[in-house]
């Protein structure tokens, strides 16, 4: 299968928004991205910003792009938060472009490993990790595999614990909506 975004090119649009204030960092990193790939980015300069509850963690994100096969995101907290990754049958890629995140992993439980602006971190399919953004952290976040199985995990906290119905509807729909039209006008799956 081939993918539409390239790591190390989404690793150079990260590290252009480093050390910029929130506002301007998202809108540098959405304005290189659609110019690199001009067809599959969301730059309407009227953000949609989306409460994100993943696996006990809470922060806000904003779709870039969405397939059956890839995401792209902006994704991050003004305040902190923390929790568990979460098992993922994709990889995902997290490019830090404010803050600091803790990790720390399974075989390495005593072990915090401390994630800075301008690194790159995955989240290799089918490993887990603790996490912990101790105040405001943003990241681009790129997701690659079969995005549909990981809707339990993303939606879960959403529909049984915060029982949130407009978060859900907004987060589905506007993923569906790039999703399809992704693969309607670009027939990328």
């Not at 870039?64 to 979460?86: D, K, N, Q, R, W």
């Not at 953004?133 to 529909?159: K, Q």
């Amino acid at each position: 299968m081939s993918y539409v975004f390239d790591i190390e090119t989404l690793h150079a649009i990260a590290r252009k928004g480093l050390g910029k204030a929130h506002d301007e960092m998202v809108r540098i990193v959405v304005e290189e991205a659609a110019l690199a790939y001009p067809a599959h980015i969301d730059s309407s300069p009227r953000r949609r910003w989306l409460f994100s509850l993943t696996a006990g963690a809470t922060g806000v994100m904003t779709l870039l792009h969405a397939s059956f096969s890839e995401y792209l995101i902006i994704f991050g907290t003004p305040v902190g938060t923390e929790g568990f990754s979460g098992r993922y049958h994709m990889d995902i890629h997290d490019f830090l472009l404010a803050g600091d995140i803790w990790n720390y992993r399974q075989d390495r439980c005593g072990v915090r490993e401390v994630v800075r602006p301008g690194d790159h971190i995955v989240l290799e399919r089918g490993n887990v990790k603790g996490f912990k953004i101790p105040e405001e952290a943003w990241m681009l976040e790129y997701g690659r595999g079969f995005i549909p199985s990981s809707f339990p995990l993303i939606l879960g906290n959403v529909l049984f614990s915060a029982v949130d119905g407009t978060t859900l509807a907004e987060t589905v729909w506007t993923y569906g909506k790039m999703a399809l039209r992704e693969l309607v006008v670009n027939r990328k799956f």
